[in-house]
Every structure is written in structure tokens, then in C-alpha cells.
């Protein structure tokens, strides 16, 4: 870290760790030596996603700057920093965190905090010293009471809410607030439950153009007609705004299409992920609906994967490589045993017509129509409906 020393010479000491104090906050070095440190020497704190890391940032800065107060003032713990440690705790035991990991990385943070001090103050006084080991282990003792009673509190009351326990379980994975599947195991555990994997991801709305906040009723109707009876895994539904968010077993996917079909609604069934990513899944088909063109969706189809990866390649911000989405929706096209179908779909898509086609490749013309019926089963793409013909397109111009 920082090469500057805080001079210790005769005074007020209040005055000298207040100048430490100030030092440190305002440097962001300490708070990334922290936080890199949680993420090294606590694993469950290795596996979060970037999309977590802020949100530990913030809380390692925020407990760094109390921390030094404390030190600085010779004070205690109040009771707004008990109900910060509190909360802190119960968004804990929703996310399926567990409580000794946290705990654990405040340890870690308080070794941190005392070798920056000792870095920057080499000459510390023997009572500032005893000082800051006395706040931290007061403060240590304090907040793992505290956060220990909470975390359990809000388990109970999880396990009592099963309903409820379920939403917020969906609510956490979609916002990428699980550590590692580990994590994810062990509070569906808790839930007894097993989820889906692999899964479909399945977001959808009414088609009309009315989009009002949906209600959990509209979202768990859809999940009661989705079910499969007598299965051991566990379906999930929530809401997000004006659409509901299911996450089904990758089977149910088939019969998704003819659901919303006889709803009137239009969705994005993901099913490529694994379950330490559905918040990257939900990302997707929220994108695929806000992008696709009104002529995407037809009635009995949802979009896929590979629409919606399609989707986000052409609004700029792929999640994938080019070749990686051209696998996805040309699938067995890609294998050079079935280079002939490639050829007729390039033929038809660059003539426009069947007929063209067949000349441009010297084949009868029911030849080349049988071959496009064959893309179709191959890719379940139909290259004569205006969407998908133009994702087949950008896959045979991006492909391998």
C-alpha cells in the first residue's frame, strides 16, 4: 500500500488517530486491499460474481470508516450501526450466504485494517495500540451476536413463509446474489427442495401492449399450467414489473410455446446456463423481449437462446462469441456431413426464391425445398419466415 507514515510524536492521541483516520479514508487502495483479501482468504467470498463485488466494496468501505471512528473516539457501537449489522445479516440469509462466512470475512477485515495502521504509523503508541485490539475485538464480539441472532431470525422466518422463501429465492438467483452453487445447495436444503438443472429460464408477458405491473397469481397460474405432475424437482415463479419469471425444468420447454400461445402472451426461454448464471440467463431474455421486432414472435413460439443472443449481438453487446452463436442456431448444420444443407440455405437466402436457387445449385426444385425442410427440422428455423431467415443469415455470415 501507501509508502507515507504518520509521524507519532508527543500529543493528543485522539489527534493522531484522527489523522490516520482521515489517511486512510481517503485513500481507496485500503478498501480494494480489503476486499481483495475477503475475496482470497474467505471462499465463499472467491466465488461471487463481478456483479456482487460492489456491493462488498461498499460495505467494506462503509465498515472501515466506522471501524477508525471507533478507534478515533474511543467509542462503542450504536445502535444505527446495529441495525446496518442486522440488516447486513438478513440480506445474508436470503441470499443463502453463510452467516460464518461473513463473520469469518470481518475477521479478515480487521487483520487488514490493523496491518494498514501499523504500515502507516510504525511508531504507534503501546495505548493506541491496546486501543484499536480492544475496539476490534469489542466491536468483532458485538456484531457477531448480533448478526448471528438476525441471520438465524430471518431463516426462521424464511422456512415459516415457504411461499414467500420460494419468490425470494428465484428473486436472488436472477440478481446474481448467490456466492457459488454451494451456497445455492444448501439453502435449497433448507427449503427442502430441489431445483430444476438443467432448467429453463422462462420470462414472459402478454402480448398486447398494455404492460401493467403483473400480478404473482398471473405468474403462478402460468407455472400451475407448466407443471409436470409428479415431478421431484421444484419450479420456481416470481414476478419482475409487467412479467413473469419461471424457472422450470429444461423438458417443460416443448410445451411452453402452446402455453402462452393460449394465453396470448410472448416469451424467451433460455436453457443454456448453468444455475450459478441465471441471472445472465434472465439478462438475456429480458433484452430478447425489450429488442426483438413485433415479427419475431409467433403464436406457438418462444424465442431461444440463440434468438436472443442473436439479439444482443445486433444491439452491440454480445454475451457470447460469433462462432458460439452461429453453433446455436445452426446446430447440426455446422458438421460437414450436412454441408450440403448449408449450401442450400446460402443459395436460398442469397436468390430469395426456391426456384433461383435450385438453378444457382443445378438441383431440381423440389430437391432444394425438400432440403429447406430439413433446415427446419435440423434447426426448428423455418428459412421462409422473415425473423428467422435473418438469424440463420447473420449465423452463415458469422459462423466458422
Known amino acids: 500500500m501507501s509508502n507515507k507514515t504518520v509521524e507519532v510524536a508527543a500529543g493528543n492521541p485522539a489527534d493522531i488517530r484522527e489523522r490516520i483516520r482521515q489517511e486512510m479514508v481517503a485513500d481507496p487502495r485500503v478498501v480494494e486491499a480489503i476486499v481483495a483479501a475477503v475475496h482470497e482468504q474467505v471462499p465463499v467470498y472467491a466465488a461471487l460474481d463481478d456483479s456482487r463485488l460492489p456491493e462488498v466494496r461498499a460495505i467494506a468501505a462503509w465498515g472501515l470508516e466506522r471501524l477508525l471512528h471507533l478507534w ?21 440469509a436470503a441470499d443463502g450466504r453463510p452467516v460464518q462466512a461473513v463473520l469469518r470475512a470481518y ?73 457459488s452453487v454451494g451456497a445455492l445447495t444448501d439453502r435449497s436444503a433448507r427449503l427442502g427442495i430441489q431445483l430444476p438443472d438443467p432448467y ?48 422450470l425444468p429444461a423438458g417443460v420447454c416443448a410445451k ?33 423481449l425489450d ?33 458460439h452463436i452461429a453453433r446455436l442456431v445452426l ?3 455446422v458438421d460437414a456431413g450436412q454441408r450440403h444443407l448449408l449450401e442450400a440455405l446460402t443459395a436460398y437466402i442469397d436468390t430469395g426464391s426456391a426456384n433461383a436457387a435450385a438453378r444457382a445449385l443445378h438441383l431440381h ?22 425473423w428467422q431467415r435473418l438469424t440463420l443469415d447473420i449465423a452463415r455470415t458469422i459462423g466458422p
Not at 421486432?293 to 452491440?316: F, M
Not at 426444385?365 to 432440403?371: E, I, P
Request: aromatic share 2%; hydrophobic share 45%; charged share 25%.
Open 331 to 333: 446446430g447440426p448444420l
Open 291 to 323: 429488442t426483438a421486432p413485433g415479427h419475431a414472435h409467433r403464436s406457438g413460439r418462444v424465442l431461444t437462446d440463440a434468438d436472443a443472443h442473436v439479439l444482443a449481438l445486433l444491439a452491440g453487446h454480445p454475451v457470447a462469441a460469433p462462432d
Open 256 to 288: 411452453v410455446g402452446a402455453v402462452l400461445g393460449g394465453r396470448s402472451w410472448r416469451g424467451c426461454a433460455i436453457t443454456g446456463e448453468s444455475l450459478d448464471r441465471v441471472a445472465v440467463a434472465h439478462r438475456l431474455a429480458a433484452d430478447a
Open 72 to 92: 478515533a473516539t474511543d467509542g462503542t457501537l450504536g445502535p444505527a450501526d446495529l441495525r446496518r449489522f442486522r440488516g447486513i445479516a438478513a440480506a445474508r
Open 107 to 179: 475477521r479478515v477485515a480487521g487483520t487488514v485494517l490493523t496491518d494498514e495502521i501499523a504500515a502507516r504509523a510504525p511508531r504507534l503508541t503501546a495505548a493506541d495500540a491496546f486501543a484499536l485490539a480492544r475496539m476490534l475485538l469489542t466491536t468483532l464480539d458485538t456484531l457477531s451476536e448480533e448478526m448471528a441472532t438476525a441471520y438465524a431470525a430471518t431463516d426462521e422466518d424464511l422456512a415459516e413463509d415457504h411461499d414467500r422463501a420460494l419468490r425470494l429465492l428465484l428473486d436472488d438467483l436472477i440478481a446474481g446474489r448467490h456466492a
Open 200 to 247: 429453463c429460464l422462462l420470462v414472459a408477458e402478454p402480448a398486447d401492449g398494455d404492460r401493467p405491473d403483473m400480478a404473482h397469481d398471473a405468474a403462478t397460474g402460468l407455472l400451475d399450467a407448466l407443471a409436470v405432475p409428479g415431478d421431484e424437482v421444484t419450479s420456481l415463479a416470481t414476478v419482475r414489473g409487467s412479467r413473469a419469471v419461471l424457472l
Open 365 to 386: 426444385a423440389q430437391s432444394l425445398r425438400y432440403r429447406l425442410r430439413r433446415i427446419h427440422e435440423l434447426t426448428s428455423r423455418d428459412p421462409r419466415d422473415p
